[in-house]
């Protein structure tokens, strides 16, 4: 297993979307996830999905934030819609094996104006 890439940060409008890529190696992770870490935060439970394709999702991104897998490109997504200015922060994205270990992405930045 190697670290997650992640990819498709950027600056954009309140309203804007965006879609944010992680590639990752290997086929054992039993579920993948997105956090973020806003200025002077914690990081903070964004969405995830299992390798069966169940989904989660914090309250504050419900219905706005897409998380999806691409089994045959070892690809994981966050499509973001109607984005907020709130929503600005350095998104990660994680993989994690049955055993409970954890790799990291390095993180992308998203910036929204408003």
């Known amino acids: 297993q190697v670290q997650p890439v992640e990819s498709g940060g950027g600056l954009v409008q309140a309203g804007g979307s965006l879609r944010l890529s992680c590639a990752f190696s290997?086929?054992?992770?039993?579920?993948f996830s997105w956090h973020r870490q806003a200025p002077g935060k914690q990081r903070e439970f964004v969405a995830a999905?299992?390798?069966?394709?169940?989904?989660s999702y914090a309250n504050s991104v419900k219905g706005r934030f897409t998380i999806s897998r691409d089994n045959t490109k070892n690809v994981q997504y966050l499509q973001m819609n109607s984005l907020k200015p709130e929503d600005t922060a350095v998104y990660y994205c994680?993989?994690?094996?049955?055993?409970?270990?954890?790799?990291w992405g390095q993180g992308t930045q998203v910036t929204v104006s408003s």
């Open positions: 994680g993989c994690f094996l049955s055993s409970g270990t954890a790799y």
């Open positions: 290997g086929s054992s992770f039993i579920s």
């Open positions: 999905i299992t390798r069966a394709g169940s989904t």
